[in-house]
């Protein structure tokens, strides 16, 4: 079975501080992506990483960035976090060119006060 | 950029046929359409995917029209086990910028 992995299910950080959410997957997937939820808006998708080092912005990247500096390890970085940041963030890979077959982690639910 | 309209909820019962349809009237060649399941506190679940007419697998399937400006998932005798949010995808993996989820289906299944 494929496994996404989260570093923390929940998180609640100050306004101002940098955030570091790690998510890692087992099955060696060139791919992997971070989303945000939120209700009524559904998922969208924040950042996406093809391979190691290669990134490309999804629909809403304002205030993030993100690190892949091993194939199984990508990281969203909130680097000063505002009160709107607060949101699930669900982080997913696949190793598929053409599919949408995407295995998503249980997600960190992030409160920044 | 195809986006993705489905109903807000649905509501139906134990043993019933389901079905959800999604629109997309702006769908590309190359897009594909996936299909996903969520629980309350977990991730999305890839349910199912298809390019064109019929998909079936275990746990549903998939009907898509000719013009393929919309689709259908249709979930056999539904259990209350199915009581989820629904999320059609339309895209393809090469351009992140074509990765849109629709703002789900909440089905919620009754005895």
């Known amino acids: 079975d494929v496994k996404v992995t989260q570093s923390s299910r929940y998180l609640v950080k100050r306004t101002g501080e940098k955030v570091f959410l790690e998510c890692v997957q087992d099955?060696?997937?060139?791919?992997m992506f971070w989303y945000r939820q939120d209700p009524g808006l559904g998922l969208r998708l924040i950042y996406f990483?093809?391979?190691?080092?290669?990134?490309e912005k999804g629909d809403i990247p304002e205030g993030y960035s993100v690190s892949r500096e091993k194939k199984e390890r990508f990281s969203l970085i909130l680097e000063s976090a505002s009160t709107n940041q607060t949101s699930m963030y669900l982080c997913?890979?696949?190793?598929?060119?053409?599919?949408?077959?995407?295995?998503f982690g249980p997600g960190t639910r992030l409160t920044v006060t | 950029l195809a986006k993705t309209t489905q109903p807000i909820s649905m509501d139906s019962y134990e043993g019933q046929e389901v079905n959800i349809t999604c629109s997309h009237n702006?769908?590309?060649?190359?897009?594909?359409i996936t299909w996903y399941q969520q629980f309350p506190s977990q991730g999305p679940r890839f349910i199912i995917q298809?390019?064109?007419t019929k998909v079936t697998n275990e746990v549903a399937s998939l009907f898509i029209p000719a013009d393929r400006k919309s689709s259908t998932l249709s979930l056999p005798r539904v259990s209350l086990s199915d009581t989820a949010v629904y999320y059609c995808l339309v895209g393809m993996y090469s351009s992140a910028s074509k990765i849109i989820f629709g703002s789900g289906t909440r089905l919620s299944i009754r005895p």
């Open positions: 997913a890979s696949n190793g598929e060119k053409i599919s949408y077959e995407q295995y």
């Open positions: 099955m060696d997937h060139e791919n």
């Open positions: 990483s093809y391979d190691v080092k290669m990134k």
């Open positions: 298809g390019y064109k």
């Open positions: 702006n769908i590309a060649t190359n897009d594909y």
